[in-house]
């Protein structure tokens, strides 16, 4: 392990104290579900060191003696990396070194070998100068609560020290395989792949050669800089050159990934970029023979047509709380074979683990394409369409959003509407809803709206600003 002793861990410059702690790890870095910061601003080397102990202590507490370790393409997580195995180490519990590979990858481990809990160094879809980590234990993603004991326990000293032994294992082959022998397309088909310069680039490409597809790869080289496009495959405007790329090379489909590779955008022959509720409907409707009265779960951001159809084909929708974490959670609870949000993570049961993996849902949705013998523009033409918008991001501060949104809350008083409010606040009223919700990756509220018509999202929109508006009237709201 030689590659991993160096001096990138270190002793702590100060020991952490309550008084400190916020300058050294600043509660608005733990959050729902992982933890993400600025990478020497909220996130150190000595930071993730001592984070990294915190959790092998925590794992250790709770029956874990190993811990998977796997890191994305990010500038900052080759050294981060060293630092974290060193923390984790110095709590006396053993880290199992995976690399640099894809989040589903670190998953798919601890699905596969003996090691069911683990670490995953990224970002996601954040800037370029973020990183943070993604904390499994038993197979289950750490959430809510779970995440802020990690500082807590920091903040109390309750640390544990030991020496855990270090050693290296690749999972690569083993989910090349896995995928590739379980996925049967009907037909070649001509793909292209892009991977965004960040780490879906080491399997995604491989993988689909596996599956007998023409493959074209676009932007295969590592670069933690994302010189050609950010890796976030829900903006449209990230699609641009996939979808040129795909018209120009008379391509079947295009599919991109997202930093880490949990997230996945598709892009038809006609370079149209797919909704991932719409994913989701093709899923839906490729296995609905064989889960009759079975739950579809999927998140509070999703179109109005999702639900419909799946209790057309005889499933049951279960609508949850937006984030990976609370999806999974929802997922198990259910034993629903397949859900998904419209933030692009799918999570598809059948026939395989049930966490959210954007490259084996690349490779389900080409299986179902290549059982027809009609274009992937065709297929996804056929579900039922509104107008809708994008998610819209109304950047505030984050120390503030959440008592933002709990005013919106106590405000919201749409007597023409249904209101759920299991995750901000939802409006369905006859002819369409709206959303607004506190963001739990970055400093904003997200929103959401979709009618049957032009008027009716106006509409909807306007009810929307007035509620913000009285929450909070310095807010410029140009949606």
């Not at 930093?259 to 409907?281: C, P, Y």
Request: aromatic letters at 6%; proline letters at 4%.
């Amino acid at each position: 392990m030689a590659a991993f002793d160096d001096h990138a861990g270190r002793d702590m410059d100060e020991p952490v104290t309550a008084e400190n702690l916020a300058a050294v790890l600043p509660e608005s870095i733990f959050r729902a579900y992982d933890i993400r910061g600025i990478y020497e601003e909220q996130l150190s080397t000595n930071s993730i060191q001592l984070i990294g102990q915190a959790v092998g202590s925590e794992a250790l507490d709770q029956g874990i003696d190993n811990l998977l370790l796997a890191f994305d393409g990010r500038l900052s997580s080759p050294e981060l990396s060293k630092a974290l195995i060193l923390g984790i180490s110095s709590s006396g519990c053993n880290v199992v070194v995976l690399g640099l590979v894809p989040t589903p990858l670190l998953y798919f481990a601890t699905h596969t070998t003996a090691f069911d809990s683990g670490v995953m160094l990224t970002a996601s879809h954040n800037p370029a100068n973020y990183n943070g980590l993604k904390i499994v234990f038993n197979k289950a993603c750490l959430a809510d609560n779970q995440i802020a004991a990690i500082r807590q326990r920091i903040l109390d000293g309750r640390l544990l020290h030991g020496k855990g032994a270090i050693s290296e294992l690749d999972i690569r082959d083993s989910y090349v395989e896995k995928v590739c022998s379980g996925v049967n397309l009907a037909r070649p088909l001509k793909v292209v792949v892009d991977c965004g310069n960040a780490v879906p680039a080491v399997i995604a490409p491989r993988l689909f050669e596996g599956l007998g597809c023409e493959v074209i790869t676009l932007f295969g080289e590592l670069d933690g800089h994302f010189p050609n496009h950010h890796p976030d495959p829900t903006l449209v405007s990230n699609l641009e050159q996939l979808a040129e790329t795909v018209i120009a090379e008379k391509a079947d489909l295009g599919v991109a990934f997202d930093g880490d590779g949990d997230r996945l955008g598709i892009v038809t022959e006609q370079g149209a970029s797919v909704d991932a509720d719409k994913l989701l409907m093709l899923l839906v409707q490729s296995m609905a023979d064989r889960y009759p009265g079975e739950a579809v779960v999927f998140d509070v951001k999703c179109s109005a047509s999702l639900p419909k159809l799946i209790s057309e084909l005889g499933m049951r929708p279960v609508m949850h709380r937006s984030g990976h974490s609370f999806m999974k959670q929802k997922m198990q609870e259910t034993g629903a074979p397949v859900g998904g949000e419209f933030a692009a993570h799918v999570f598809i049961k059948d026939r395989w683990y049930g966490f959210d993996d954007g490259i084996y849902t690349a490779a389900r949705i080409a299986e179902v394409l290549s059982q027809s013998d009609k274009s992937c523009s065709e297929i996804f033409s056929a579900f039922e369409s509104t107008i809708g918008t994008a998610e819209i991001k109304l950047a505030v501060d984050e120390q503030e959003k959440f008592a933002l949104m709990h005013r919106i809350e106590d405000l919201a008083d749409f007597e023409d509407a249904r209101l759920i409010t299991l995750d901000g606040v939802r409006a369905e009223f006859a002819d369409g809803w709206g959303l607004v919700r506190a963001s739990n990756t970055s400093p904003a509220l997200l929103l959401r709206f979709e009618a049957q018509s032009e008027k009716s999202l106006e509409r909807i929109k306007n009810r929307f600003k007035a509620l913000i508006s009285k929450a909070d009237n310095s807010l410029v709201l140009n949606f």
